[in-house]
């Protein structure tokens, strides 16, 4: 089976380790491997489905790749040079700037903002 006809879907990662569901049809598991750079992480592991041509892969995380700023992680079939997909990791202080760690600040800082505003409700805070 050609990485064409494959396609990756449900990705997320979970307690260490990368899972995703991958439509593969035929009966061979397929063969998938983790890349960062030119470095092959790991290959996943393929359990088959409750459909035919589903499987659930699942691959660890290795700890030295969490390191400041975003590392992407490519997807590949074994012996191709094709991205079935790939995945991000965002983390370290480089991301002080990042727009989705600024909208989580501001969700904190609304949800103190709404706990406040219904103390000052509940303790009938209006001033006449």
């Known amino acids: ?3 064409d006809k494959a396609k990756l879907s449900a990705s997320r990662i979970c307690a260490g380790r990368w899972e995703a569901q991958l439509t593969w049809p035929g009966s061979a598991a397929p063969s998938v491997e983790l890349w960062h750079g030119d ?3 790991a290959s996943a592991e393929a359990v088959a489905g409750a459909v035919t041509g589903e499987w659930m892969l699942s691959a660890p995380v290795p700890t030295d790749l969490l390191s400041d700023g975003v590392q992407t992680v490519l997807l590949r079939a074994a012996g191709s040079t094709e991205t079935l997909g790939h995945f991000a ?3 370290g202080a ?3 700037d990042d727009l989705r ?3 989580d600040l501001l ?3 609304l949800d ?3 706990k406040a505003f219904r103390r000052h409700c509940a303790e ?3 001033q006449d």
């Open 94 to 96: 480089e991301l002080e």
């Open 1 to 3: 089976m050609t990485p």
């Open 89 to 91: 990791i965002l983390s």
């Open 39 to 41: 470095r092959k992480l």
């Open 112 to 114: 103190m903002l709404k």
């Open 124 to 126: 009938g805070g209006h």
């Open 101 to 103: 760690a600024e909208v």
């Open 107 to 109: 969700r904190a800082e």
